[in-house]
């Protein structure tokens, strides 16, 4: 008998060779991999940026809130228009996560984890105006209740008390479910990774080995989550919204603000994932995975809450005249017609008017036309809150006191800064964590899988 | 006692699998999915996890605390207006309900990461990267005799691959 040949004993002995990776795994890792010249250029002008305003916050802590134009009567300027309009871009993140994670909306497995890290991130920039906001920001603590020297404690009935645990209550719970989300995916990345990267994804992952003890509890506190924040998401503009309605300025005082601020805060919130993943989507070439599908359920949101933004500006003019009362009416005229008057006619055309695109497919489906309309709607809510802001405080009760206010430029430095914070944190974010949650994209494949394509 | 590994590639093979296994009592198990799948977690485990339990303190917890310190503080430092009460519950309400987010969103992530095991820790033997690929596996241990009917059980359920694990 002649022995076998070598080579067929080393076959023996040789380990099995590896599975080939799971192409959803590769596909949607691989924008963690490497940086380009480009990004490195992107990232670049965000710092110069974000330091432009740090230099110019330093420079106002030193001087005073002067240099931001803040004058009589206006104290509330483009500062608070920016803190309203990124708490907005808050909100698609936890609407998508928990409030379409409750209906069972599997469209949302596709966007989710991006909205939510933007949900993060424009939470963050948003309470950085309430430190930029304050004039004396050494004792910007004295809002939290905490025992101290001076024996007293925070005013429970003032708005700005509750905008304080909304907004803290929010940016938490937001990080809450981005990282709880997160784990499985961490622990694909450690499994793949080498260098500091194993390292840091290893301690992200926390020994998530997908057993079935770990997944029942992950889908239980997913769910929980949920459930917690589906009223949060909802309360919190409502709160941000009672800063203003709380008050008696003429434009402010209506109790319709509640739910208009929520509609548009989701609003601006889908158009801002919308700008931020197009070309996410383009760059990392994610059609695959984000696909007209999901565009065109995102546009219907658009044009839904675009409606409700749109309703809510008409009821605003219908209360106004109707209520009779001449500050109101005098105030609404002076929105339409006095010294803000194209701040006024953008948000309209912007947030009510060129959202009716959507109401036709071929709009709803053409990545293009929707990135541009993207845009006009986040120029469009900006404007909105500062409409509703600046009109309202400039145009109070006596004309005696009546003022003009244009933003300066340390206000405009410092809210060109706040976009810049927010595209480096995301740039930042892109290399960090899987923009497209991993493990629910792969529940779809493997159902597809075991079910025939098209299931 | 020695432990089998087998590889599956579908969710139903596992469920199928876990269910002959449990009934015969091989109950020192484990299934490791690449993504979440409720027919194979309930198929392992019948009972629903204990974070829920940590929802309900955390969110008692918050109200409590939310409705206690408002009327605390209003009362220790009391600023009288127009004589009205001191203590006014419809403002605090907003508080005692964001505190109830709070606490029972972060009791219930506490609850993830002591039910689910979330802290630093070896991984098992059995869990490999193919885990987290796209197969399932499933970890059994039992007697030395029982080891090629138990072979022959996950093979039968579609086990593409089954392994002898170390210890």
Redesign the interface.
């Known amino acids: 008998m002649t022995p076998p040949p070598a080579e067929a004993v080393a076959a023996l002995i040789r380990p099995a060779p ?2 080939p ?2 192409p ?2 590769r596909d949607l890792l691989a924008p963690l991999e490497g940086v380009s010249l480009g990004y490195f250029a992107l990232l670049a002008i965000t710092m110069a940026f974000v330091g432009a305003a740090a230099a110019v916050w330093i420079t106002q802590v030193y001087l005073g809130l002067g240099i931001a134009g803040y004058k009589h009567p206006v104290f509330w300027g483009a500062y608070i228009v920016t803190f309203v309009f990124w708490v907005g871009i808050a909100h698609a993140g936890t609407l998508i996560s928990a409030i379409l994670y409750l209906f069972r909306a599997k469209w949302r497995n596709a966007i989710n984890r991006s909205a939510e890290a933007m949900t993060v991130i424009a939470v963050i920039t948003a309470m950085q105006f309430l430190g930029i906001h304050v004039g004396r920001i050494w004792k910007s603590y004295f809002i939290l ?1 905490y025992p101290n020297q001076r ?7 003032s708005p700005l ?2 905008d304080t ?2 907004i ?2 929010y940016g ?2 937001s990080a ?1 479910f981005l ?2 989300g997160l ?2 995916d961490f ?2 990345a ?3 990774a080498r260098s500091w990267r194993k390292l840091l994804y290893t ?1 992200l992952a ?16 997913t769910l ?2 949920s ?3 589906t ?2 998401v909802l ?1 919190v503009h409502s ?1 941000v919204s009672w800063d203003f309605a709380m008050s008696i300025v003429p434009g402010w005082h209506a109790t319709i603000f509640a739910p208009y601020f929520v509609a548009g805060a989701i609003f601006s919130g889908f158009a801002m994932v919308l700008t931020v993943m197009i070309p996410v989507r383009r760059v990392f070439g994610l059609e695959r995975y984000i696909t007209a599908y999901h565009f065109e359920n995102m546009s219907r949101f658009l044009l839904l809450t675009s409606l409700i933004v749109g309703y809510a500006y008409l009821s605003e003019y219908f209360m106004a005249w109707y209520s009779g009362v001449e500050t109101e009416q005098s105030a609404f005229w002076l929105r339409a017609f006095g010294p803000y008057w194209m701040s006024t006619w953008v948000m309209i055309l912007c947030n009510a008017v060129a959202p009716q695109i959507l109401w036709f497919k071929k709009a709803r489906t053409s990545v293009p036309t929707l990135f541009v309309l993207s845009v006009i709607i986040n120029i469009g809510m900006w404007f909105e809150r500062y409409v509703i802001i600046i009109g309202g405080l400039s145009r109070e009760y006596n004309p005696a006191v009546w003022g003009i206010y244009t933003p300066s430029y340390a206000e405009l430095t410092i809210v060109a800064g706040s976009f810049a914070f927010f595209a480096m944190n995301f740039l930042i974010l892109l290399k960090l964590i899987p923009m497209v949650a991993i ?2 994209m ?2 779809i ?2 159902h597809e ?2 079910h025939g394509e098209g299931h | 006692m020695p432990r089998l590994l087998a590889v599956f590639e579908l969710p139903q093979q596992v469920v199928d699998a876990v269910t002959q296994l449990r009934g015969r009592g091989y109950l020192d198990l484990e299934t490791y999915s690449p993504a979440p799948f409720a027919e194979v977690e309930d198929a392992v485990i019948e009972k629903p996890s204990r974070v829920r339990l940590y929802t309900l303190v955390g969110g008692l917890t918050g109200v409590v605390t939310g409705y206690a310190l408002t009327l605390w503080m209003a009362n220790d430092w009391q600023i009288m207006v127009g004589g009205k009460p001191f203590s006014s519950i419809p403002p605090y309400t907003i508080i005692a309900f964001e505190l109830t987010i709070l606490f029972g969103g972060l009791l219930t992530a506490l609850g993830l990461a002591v039910h689910a095991r979330l802290y630093p820790r070896k991984l098992d033997g059995a869990y490999s990267a193919r885990f987290s690929a796209e197969d399932f596996g499933v970890a059994v241990s039992c007697q030395e005799r029982d080891v090629a009917e138990i072979d022959d059980l996950l093979r039968a359920h579609g086990a593409k691959e089954v392994s002898l694990l170390d210890g």
Do not use: Y
């Open positions: 590896q599975p990776d799971s959803v795994n209740p024996a007293l404690w925070v005013n429970f009935k008390l509750w645990f909304a803290s209550t938490t719970i809450v990282l709880v784990i499985p622990a694909i450690r499994d793949r301690v926390a020994g998530w080995q997908g057993t079935a003890r770990q997944w029942k509890a992950h889908n239980r506190t929980h989550l459930g917690l924040a009223p949060l309360s709160v493990a629910e792969k529940e494949s493997i899988r075991a």
